[in-house]
């Protein structure tokens, strides 16, 4: 499935770091909140459709403010189907009436709460209850880590290279924010298959830390590399501005996210495309990406996350 999200040149920002500096829109992606897992789940839904599985309801679990499960719900809804939603929180947790969990509930879908260590059990429990009613339901992974998800970023690459805005320029960096890790071993192999195999894909761990994170992008990286006839793919997963954990920005995720706003008016996130910006900045600064070189940020979304998160960085409006 082709989205076509478009590709900006941020002039400004490209001047200051002295690389010339382009961003991949996927934030515009249709269906509320933008974001990688629209195309993830809709290759998921596509495969199951092609397959003939008769799917009718859907299952996942993340975060209270999980853009997967936001997706998800709303993907759901406009099929008219059942959806049940997995949520970890921590015991005596507020759930929130904005963001991602509003629309959810907005959405319709069944939300259960409940402590990380329940969620398996909830989730074969919720497979149960569906099935139980008659319907066929599709449990998909949290951060729709499967292959299908990785494959849509693969696909997206095709996408990349497609644009006629591109035409002679490819990257010699790709940044982007790696989670589960699905969207960047995809990248990494969309870009082999097309030959590009210098083009340098580096994911900013949001997460998880390294041997951990590593592993799960290099396992996503073996299984493309199979389903696509390649060779064994190279895997530069970064785990340096991870900070205190998910979703806890550091003070150099709050000055990537002013200096992106201010420089471009590009809106960034704290819990995923900030840390990654912060990364990008970083390793330019550091002569790790060199000067004159072409790096693509590729944008994955997470305004819902910035809209609901505590903001001290944000200036007081002035009387």
Request: aromatic share 4%.
């Amino acid at each position: 499935m082709r989205f076509n999200t478009p590709v900006s040149r941020l002039g400004r920002l490209s001047t200051d770091l002295r690389i010339d500096l382009r961003v991949k829109r996927d934030d515009l992606l249709p269906l509320t909140g933008g974001g990688n897992k629209v195309r993830k789940l809709a290759r998921i839904l596509e495969a199951e459709e092609q397959a003939g599985t008769g799917i009718n309801a859907l299952v996942t679990n993340g975060g209270l403010q999980s853009n997967h499960a936001r997706v998800t719900a709303l993907l759901a809804a406009s099929r008219g189907w059942p959806c049940k939603l997995v949520l970890h929180t921590e015991p005596g947790d507020v759930p929130p009436a904005s963001g991602n969990f509003l629309l959810m509930r907005l959405a319709g879908a069944d939300l259960r709460l409940v402590t990380a260590d329940e969620v398996a059990r909830a989730l074969e429990l919720a497979r149960e209850e569906l099935v139980a009613a008659g319907l066929r339901p599709r449990v998909i992974p949290g951060g729709a880590h499967t292959l299908e998800g990785a494959l849509a970023y693969a696909d997206a690459v095709d996408e990349l290279l497609e644009d006629p805005l591109l035409r002679g320029w490819t990257p010699d960096y790709v940044v982007v924010a790696s989670g589960t890790g699905a969207t960047q071993a995809g990248l990494v192999a969309g870009f082999a298959r097309a030959g590009l195999r210098g083009t340098r894909v580096v994911g900013v761990s949001v997460a998880r830390r390294n041997p951990r994170g590593h592993a799960a992008v290099q396992s996503s990286c073996e299984e493309l590399a199979r389903a696509l006839g390649l060779e064994p793919l190279t895997v530069d997963f970064r785990d340096e501005w991870v900070g205190p954990g998910y979703e806890k920005p550091t003070p150099a995720t709050l000055e990537a996210l002013q200096h992106a706003a201010r420089s471009e008016g590009l809106v960034l996130d704290p819990t995923y495309t900030g840390k990654a910006f912060a990364a990008l900045l970083d390793l330019v600064a550091r002569g790790e990406i060199t000067q004159g070189a072409r790096v693509l940020f590729w944008h994955t979304g997470g305004l819902l996350n910035l809209m609901t998160a505590h903001a001290p960085f944000a200036p007081r409006p002035t009387s």
